[in-house]
């Protein structure tokens, strides 16, 4: 772990009004803080070359800033997402508008204009190149049924029951599956993927979760 270097960007976010024509929450401002994270991000990685960057954020919407950066850097890239939600709403489908709720989408491709192209051409990930790891799915309200169904094909999974039953093979299996791919693979963790009896401090807890 390396430390970025302690500046203020001027880019943080404090508005919560939704942009009007994408839904998005403080579009402008999300998408100045992703290229502000990105900077900093590429800084550090110039600085210290050859060392793995651990970036800890509030959210999920630090991938935003996390794979311009990654690609500027190392190019293609594989990723494990580690989350108790899939993240592939857009502004119109999400509830909330929040960008956390449509990271995985913006990462592969599909999303606004301005989000999907922050590191230039998209996809920043391939969804052939990223795991889905620990999932709900079961018991779901028909809007987080209609989310799993937005997947791509080519969005390899294994959900939390999965997991539950042999972390040991899941494991093997997302490592498998993504082996020899790009310049390596970023691994992405949202504590939400915890069961609420093992963590509960979290934004949207869901029972069913790894314990």
């Known amino acids: 772990m390396f430390p ?3 500046r203020r960007t001027g880019a943080e976010i404090d508005r919560t009004v939704r942009d009007e024509p994408t839904g998005v929450i403080a ?5 100045r803080a992703a290229h502000a994270l990105a900077d900093d991000l590429a800084v550090a990685m110039a600085d210290l070359p050859g060392r793995r960057p651990l970036v800890v954020g509030g959210d999920c919407s630090i991938l935003l800033g996390i794979f311009p950066a990654l690609r ?3 190019g293609s890239l594989g990723l494990w997402f580690v989350d108790g939600h899939p993240d592939y709403l857009d502004g119109r489908s999400s509830d909330t508008g929040e960008t956390a709720d449509m990271e995985l989408a913006v990462l592969t491709g599909v999303g606004n204009d301005e989000l999907i192209a922050l590191a230039g051409m998209p996809p920043m990930v391939r969804a052939c190149d990223t795991v889905l790891i620990g999932h709900r799915t079961g018991g779901l309200d028909a809007a987080s049924a209609a989310e799993l169904v ?8 294994i959900d939390a029951p999965t997991v539950v039953g042999d972390a040991v093979v899941a494991g093997r299996q997302a490592a498998e599956w993504l082996a020899g791919t790009g310049n390596g ?3 992405h963790l949202d504590l939400d993927v915890l069961d609420p009896e093992s963590l509960s401090a ?7 979760g790894l314990l």
Not at 27 to 31: G, P
Not at 151 to 156: G, Q, V, Y
């Open 202 to 208: 979290v934004t949207y807890p869901q029972p069913g």
């Open 150 to 157: 937005r997947l791509p094909s080519d969005l390899r999974r």
């Open 72 to 74: 500027r850097h190392l």
């Open 27 to 31: 579009l402008s401002e999300t998408v």
């Open 4 to 6: 970025l270097p302690k």
């Open 185 to 187: 693979v970023w691994l």
